[in-house]
């Protein structure tokens, strides 16, 4: 009598969502590299000023000295350590950008929302005056209201907030259109759900990933913002330290001390670039038609 032999299922393995979006990010080198960047700037802005002492401290012994044992990158036209001051920057910098990026997501998100998911009149009305924000140049835009404003971080915050609105209301906007014809909302709406319960609880938790893309693309941008702005005299003032202030003081001695402009440059170049490759590489991973 024959035997049937009888296949052996194999099993099911169950990878959780947080694991396979951690397989696909580290499968792209650039964004690790990102992640590196961001990690290494974030650890300098929170730990370096704790051990690099006081960006204050004059040594006028030691002025414009090179980098040393003593000095790691040296010192500026005042004998004060500028590993210490961009430690320090880093803090400004940070804070700045992601205060910033935080305060336009907070404003901006719930008038996208309300643009994209009511139209009419209200639709038309904000996306007008959103289309006409978006026609002046980011850092021309946060240049004027930094003059109008006042020059204080506070107020750079402030300003390069208003300045990241208009993208992050059209991102939102354009977010909340696709959403609110899904089945999903539809019978939210046949249940009786508020407009506000919709928006919050179906609407915004689906447009989170274009969100945090958005906000990892907007961070460097707000970051070259400070710096500019504390260069031309309208963001942070001396003697507290800021890398654009840094670069401001450095134009004096290019010839004499090039380190002054290379160090507080080449970290803006650093944070900048590892939060790009940080965002492209979310965009490509929480995005579901890239797989």
């Known amino acids: 009598m024959s035997q049937v032999g009888l296949a052996t299922a194999a099993p099911v393995v169950r990878v959780s969502q947080g694991r396979r979006l951690r397989r696909r990010f580290l499968r792209r080198p650039m964004a690790v590299i990102g992640l590196v960047l961001v990690a290494a ?15 204050l401290a004059q040594d006028f012994g030691a002025r414009l000295a090179p980098p040393s044992a003593h000095h790691l990158l040296g010192t500026d036209d005042l004998g004060r350590d500028v590993f210490a001051r961009i430690a320090h920057g880093a803090r400004v910098s940070l804070l700045a950008g992601v205060a910033s990026t935080a305060l336009a997501v907070v404003v901006g998100v719930p008038i996208g929302l309300g643009a994209g998911y009511f139209r009419g009149w209200l639709d038309s009305a904000i996306m007008r005056l959103n289309d006409v924000l978006l026609a002046f140049p980011f850092l021309i835009f946060a240049v004027g209201l930094a003059a109008i404003l006042g020059a204080s971080l506070r107020n750079v915050v402030l300003a390069l907030a208003i300045a990241q609105l208009p993208s992050v209301i059209r991102i939102t906007r354009g977010e909340a259109l696709v959403l609110r014809d899904q089945d999903f909302v539809s019978g939210a709406v046949a249940d009786g759900a508020r407009p506000i319960t919709i928006m919050f609880r179906y609407l915004l938790p689906n447009s989170l990933n274009a969100l945090i893309v958005q906000a990892t693309v907007a961070i460097p941008g707000a970051i070259i913002g400070e710096a500019a702005l504390s260069f031309l005299g309208l963001g942070v003032q001396p003697p507290t330290p800021s890398w654009g202030v840094m670069l401001t003081t450095a134009q004096q001695f290019l010839a004499q001390a090039p380190q002054l402009a290379i160090f507080p440059g080449l970290m803006i170049a650093l944070a900048t670039l590892g939060f790009n490759l940080l965002g492209d590489g979310l965009r490509d991973v929480l995005d579901p038609r890239s797989h």
């Open 41 to 55: 700037f974030v650890l300098l802005a929170l730990v370096g000023p704790l051990v690099s002492g006081d960006p």
